[in-house]
């Protein structure tokens, strides 16, 4: 049995909160950011039926998906690191960029023969 667990991480609503006096929202770089509650009941009950599966001797795995990792590494453990949110985004982008340049092989900065892939077809026939 696969689960998947949704998380998300929010402000603490125990810190003290201040507003952007530019635009009056939640200045969320002055809050610690935590995984929300509900989302930790939800971890637990899937690890729980994980356990269960597994006393039963069934195969069970708990994946948690996120919509940003480092969102999740840092409500777990209560602190930020701008620098390592940049290297990740920019690894991301890097990697985005190199598929959509890989999928145009005649267009794109990466040019790649298209010669085996005809050769093939024509074997094919």
């Given at each position: 049995m696969k689960i998947v667990v949704c998380v998300k991480q929010v402000?603490?609503?125990?810190?003290?909160?201040?507003?952007?006096?530019?635009?009056?929202?939640?200045?969320?770089?002055?809050?610690?950011?935590?995984?929300?509650?509900?989302?930790?009941?939800?971890i637990e009950e899937g690890l729980l039926i994980a356990e269960a599966q597994r006393a039963a001797g069934h195969d069970a795995e708990v994946t948690i998906l996120t919509?940003?990792?480092?969102g999740y590494g840092c409500g777990l453990g209560n602190h930020r690191n701008i620098g390592a949110t940049a290297t990740v985004c920019l690894?991301?982008?890097?990697?985005?960029?190199?598929?959509?340049?890989?999928?145009?092989?005649?267009?794109?900065?990466?040019?790649?023969?298209?010669k085996p892939m005809l050769e093939l077809r024509d074997s094919m026939r």
């Open positions: 402000p603490d609503t125990a810190a003290e909160r201040k507003l952007r006096p530019a635009d009056s929202t939640l200045d969320r770089e002055s809050v610690d950011g935590l995984i929300n509650e509900l989302d930790e009941y939800a919509m940003g990792l480092l690894l991301i982008s890097l990697v985005i960029l190199t598929i959509m340049d890989l999928d145009r092989p005649r267009r794109g900065l990466i040019t790649i023969s298209q």
